[in-house]
């Protein structure tokens, strides 16, 4: 039953990595958009690819790791940093990512949050919703490394988390740097 678990989460954090990186690549043509038509087009995209590709990776690493942590550690897993960290870190990204992320999304499209069709849309300038959104790959980034290096120390994880932000800030800078050229 491990190996089955094991090969479930390799294959949900593939899934996932392949989505993120997608949304990533639509958020970058949704910011070069000209128009409300393009910008709109853009969204629609990521949303599809949200619902279609990083839901079911999440999800599938969800059942997974789950499963893992109930079998092997129980709630001891609070105990051993590495493991805590990528609960703390999925957890967060899970309700972040659905949270802040889709709706952002959806509201780009014009789906059912108020006020959707305004164009430029403000949500788009906001600093908070570009800084979460772009957290997403560094926090996969640091997961997968919490869960391949295994650190024992809760230092690697704070240093991680540190590096994590900085990355994000720099794609936020970034990003908005190349959406007003």
Do not use: C
Request: aromatic share 12%.
């Amino acid at each position: 039953m491990l190996e089955v678990l094991k090969v479930a989460h390799m294959v949900g954090m593939v899934v996932l990595g392949l989505g993120l990186a997608a949304m990533w690549v639509l958020d970058l043509i949704g910011r070069r958009a000209r128009s409300p038509e393009e910008s709109g087009a853009a969204a629609r995209r990521s949303v599809l690819a949200y619902d279609l590709v990083v839901l079911p990776g999440v999800l599938l690493m969800l059942a997974s790791g789950g499963g893992m942590i109930a079998g092997f550690y129980g709630s001891a897993f609070l105990d051993i940093p590495w493991l805590a960290g990528m609960v703390i870190l999925f957890l967060l990204k899970f309700i972040k990512g659905y949270a802040i992320t889709r709706l952002f999304f959806r509201h780009l499209r014009g789906g059912k949050v108020p006020g959707a069709r305004r164009w430029p849309p403000n949500a788009r300038e906001k600093l908070l919703s570009s800084f979460s959104h772009f957290l997403d790959i560094p926090v996969f980034v640091l997961i997968a490394y919490l869960g391949a290096l295994k650190p024992t120390d809760w230092s690697s994880l704070i240093f991680g988390f540190a590096l994590t932000i900085a990355a994000a800030l720099t794609q936020t800078a970034f990003m908005r740097s190349i959406s007003k050229a």
